[in-house]
């Protein structure tokens, strides 16, 4: 079996690549760094760290890479054979890819009718489905028909704490050992063939949003307010008990909204948060405040982490105080190496703070969750 792995970084390869690998496919990475390229051609494996107290490595084999900037054509020719695509090159990197994406797609469906499934391993909601949406843009109607018809785009939602690292050998990664790779099965094409180590469910919204609202809201919310404690790493951060018992608050007000809407059982929910606080805390990692806070602009963004399930929460009426905390703290947040955070931080010294808050969220500056930030911001501030 064959697959084609966008996006050679940290998560790539010690998430998606070890699992199918592991699962027996030949996993051919396609990343625009060209040293990466270079040591999978020519090593043709790498080593995966458990950051666990045994510190267990394993060696992932059968892997190779090809450069999405100087082997186009070969990337294409290997989308036309591939049994499977995956992409871990964050969402926003999407339309950079769609067009080869789509070339070796056309390639395919000239002479084949076999089965493909295009699995977009990002940090957003749908984002297999945003991938099919920038690849159908590129194909024409005779070629969009015959994809419909063997080409499947099934959401996905992926868990897995991999920080910003550097080793002697760049191909090693360090990673947690806890992973979840939920895959919705509805969207999967008849007679597929499942990969070991993925779990595929029916309804993949409360997997997507139970990821989203615990995972990602309390990682961001660590990093805001361990920011502005002057923290340096999630790990320093939840080592401040204060701290931790308030990126608690902002779990159980996403769990409560998870809880009604999903009917998730609230004890076992309860746990969950437990698993993931713990998770935040590992010894074995060290994971960056300014890597975990990065790009607030997206994290502020009305369908994301922060603002859907204060949204969400306003709706049902339950309380949402405690994410208004951390959209106050990611207006708070400043990196100078960070792109969306520089131009936060110039929205806010242009604009003022509500109207730059208004125009990240959506929301109306008279908006009782805009003003319940705001008014952690003056507190915060």
């Known amino acids: 079996m064959k697959a084609v792995h966008f996006g ?11 699992l199918l690998s592991q699962a027996g496919y030949k996993v051919t990475f396609v990343d625009v760094n060209e040293a990466f390229v270079a040591q999978l051609q020519e090593r043709g494996e790498y080593p995966v760290t458990l950051a666990s107290e045994g510190r267990e490595t394993v060696i992932v084999k059968n892997v190779t890479a090809l450069s999405s900037v100087t082997h186009a054509e070969e990337v294409a020719a290997a989308i036309a054979e591939a049994d499977l695509v995956t992409t871990a090159v964050g969402v926003s990197i999407l339309k950079h890819i769609a067009g080869t994406v789509a ?54 939602a992926v868990d897995r704490i991999v920080p910003l690292q550097q080793h ?6 360090v990673v947690e050992p806890f992973y979840e790779w939920v895959v919705d099965a509805s969207q999967m094409l008849p007679g597929y063939t499942p990969v070991e180590g993925v779990h595929y469910v029916d309804n993949l919204e409360p997997y997507i949003e139970r990821k989203l609202f615990t995972v990602n809201t309390g990682h961001c919310s660590a990093a805001y307010l361990g920011f502005l404690q002057g923290y340096e790493t999630i790990q320093q951060a939840m080592a401040d008990e ?57 994290k502020l963004s009305p369908s994301d982490r922060l603002v859907s399930p204060a949204t969400q929460a306003y709706e049902r009426e339950l ?18 190496d960070d792109p969306e955070a520089v131009e936060l931080q110039a929205a806010i010294a242009a604009e003022g703070a509500e109207a730059a808050l208004a125009k990240a969220t959506g929301l109306a500056a008279d908006h009782p969750i805009h003003q319940a930030a705001m008014e952690h911001y003056a507190k915060l501030k």
């Open 8 to 18: 050679a970084g940290n998560i790539g390869r010690g998430f998606i690549g070890l």
């Open 319 to 336: 309380s949402y105080t405690a994410l208004a905390r951390s959209m106050a703290g990611a207006l708070l947040f400043k990196a100078s």
């Open 103 to 156: 070339d070796g797609i056309r390639r395919r469906v000239a002479f084949s009718s076999a089965p493909l499934h295009v699995i977009a391993c990002e940090n957003a909601i749908g984002g297999s489905a945003q991938l099919k949406e920038l690849v159908y843009a590129k194909l024409d109607e005779a070629d969009r028909a015959k994809a419909e018809a063997s080409v499947a785009f099934p959401n996905a």
């Open 168 to 173: 002697e050998d760049i191909l090693k990664v």
């Open 242 to 298: 204060a701290l931790t018992a308030k990126v608690r608050e902002v779990l159980e007000e996403t769990g409560a909204v998870l809880i009604q809407k999903h009917g998730f059982d609230a004890g076992e929910h309860s746990k969950y948060i437990d698993k993931i606080l713990e998770r935040f805390r590992n010894p074995a990692l060290t994971d960056e405040v300014s890597r975990v806070g990065r790009s607030p602009l997206r």
